[in-house]
């Protein structure tokens, strides 16, 4: 099977927008993981007066992560999907949250333009194409001292964790999304984590992009080893690189 990309990966998750909600609300822990990563951006006084990007909000579980970590903040919530979009969009959401169609290669395109205080990427950069084009331009968005985090199934690199993997979307994952009509898609869940940066890996990539004080911090319960979150942040003339 080959990896989906770009407008094939758009058009999957066009297709299983309506059943994907109901899909992940199985997984245990995957809006607590999503919410315990927004906090692990540190963002001070509630957001008051910060600017935050959402880059692959998907249906607006992340987005709905991040006003619960920052509730007074400002937020533009990007996915290349019009179907999560749409879906994101039906629900309720405070006035400064906004949502742009857009795939991450061509935020300026629609209008994404920084600087922003803080970015978060859950489940993004294992989709796309060139995942270091897109930590640069992420880093260009971010003003100084600006934070990032991204939330991401990215293993390891322990067999033990990549078996976990591998029998948990067999067992559960992949049976579910043939029963959506969606098993291209979940079958590209299962690879795509398999066959991108281990957590080390990704950290050192994240290093490579630019970014500073980068920490790689596990999940508990059983996506231990199997998702992680990468943090860092943006320089500025105070901080030595």
């Known amino acids: 099977m080959t990896l989906l990309r770009d407008h094939d990966l758009a058009a999957a998750f066009d297709h299983a927008a309506l059943s994907y909600d109901r899909l992940v609300a199985v997984n245990p ?44 903040a400002q937020i533009v919530a990007v996915d290349a999907s019009a179907g999560m979009l749409a879906r994101a969009t039906a ?60 939330h991401e199934y990215t293993l390891s690199g322990r067999l033990v964790h990549r078996a976990v993997w591998t029998a948990v979307c067999r067992a559960i994952v992949q049976p579910a999304g043939v ?21 080390r890996a990704l950290r050192a990539r994240t290093r490579r992009a630019g970014f500073t004080q980068v920490r790689v911090v596990p999940m508990p319960g059983w996506q231990t080893g199997v998702v992680h979150t990468v943090v860092g942040r943006v320089s500025d003339d105070r901080d030595t690189p």
Do not use: Q
């Not at 315990?36 to 006084?45: E, N, V, Y």
């Not at 098993?183 to 281990?198: I, K, M, P």
């Open 91 to 150: 629900k309720t959401w405070p006035a400064r949250v906004r949502f742009v169609h857009a795939p991450v290669e061509r935020l300026a395109d629609a209008g994404v333009a920084g600087p922003f205080d803080a970015v978060f990427a859950a489940y993004l950069l294992r989709n796309v194409t060139d995942p270091d084009a897109v930590l640069a331009t992420v880093r260009e968005l971010l003003a100084p001292r600006g934070r990032l985090a991204v």
């Open 179 to 199: 029963l959506a009509g969606d098993r291209g898609l979940y079958r590209h869940l299962w690879r795509s984590a398999v066959e991108f940066d281990t957590a």
């Open 29 to 72: 822990g995957y809006h607590a993981h999503l919410r315990r990563s927004a906090r692990r951006l540190g963002l001070p006084a509630r957001g008051a007066g910060l600017r935050l990007l959402d880059l692959g909000c998907g249906t607006g579980a992340s987005t709905a992560a991040l006003l619960t970590a920052a509730p007074e």
